[in-house]
């Protein structure tokens, strides 16, 4: 039998100040079997980071060729198509070409540096993408049912649950 997917709830209040967003987001997170915890929060951190009231999680792991999360306009078309980790290049090049802008947010510092230089000439040609590493412990948050709250000023984001704050400056690769 199939093991199932964990699901997780999180309430996440955004206040982006650098692109005059507000909002408050009722999520429900998926977590397949073979997702850690820390990419799971790194998913929902991309959603902090570029919350809009159009922006949706992806399938995830069980569903190839599918964003982490996109961002459709009102045709349909995909104005962000968002990736998590470290995925294959010609991935990233068939969703460039697919939507308006692309992001990646690599976590896991060693592994996500060597993947960037490994990489790096091949995506830097690519106009619509911006790499962006998240090298902070965001997994130490996760809990089935999270309260969160986001703010995002002068590039500087602080992230709090249950307490605890994450003060960190994503690291923009390209």
Request: glycine share 6%; net charge negative.
């Amino acid at each position: 039998m199939a093991i199932k997917a964990t699901i997780f709830k999180a309430e996440l209040q955004v206040s982006d100040l650098d692109r005059g967003y507000f909002g408050t987001h009722s999520l429900t997170l998926a977590r397949h079997p073979s997702e850690t915890d820390e990419r799971m929060m790194v998913r929902l951190l991309a959603f902090a980071l570029n919350a809009h009231e159009h922006l949706e999680f992806g399938r995830g792991l069980s569903a190839e060729d599918e964003a982490d999360l996109t961002q459709k306009d009102l045709t349909g078309s995909i104005e962000l198509w968002i990736e998590v980790g470290l995925p294959d290049e010609r991935e990233v090049r068939k969703a460039a070409g697919r939507s308006r802008a692309v992001k990646v947010y690599t976590y896991g510092g060693r592994g996500a540096a060597m993947w960037w230089e490994q990489n790096r000439e091949a995506l830097q040609r690519l106009k619509n993408l911006t790499v962006v590493d998240i090298d902070v412990p965001v997994a130490k948050l996760a809990a089935r049912t999270m309260d969160l709250q986001c703010t995002i000023q002068e590039g500087q984001v602080y992230l709090t649950c249950d307490g605890e704050m994450l003060q960190f400056e994503p690291r923009v690769r390209s």
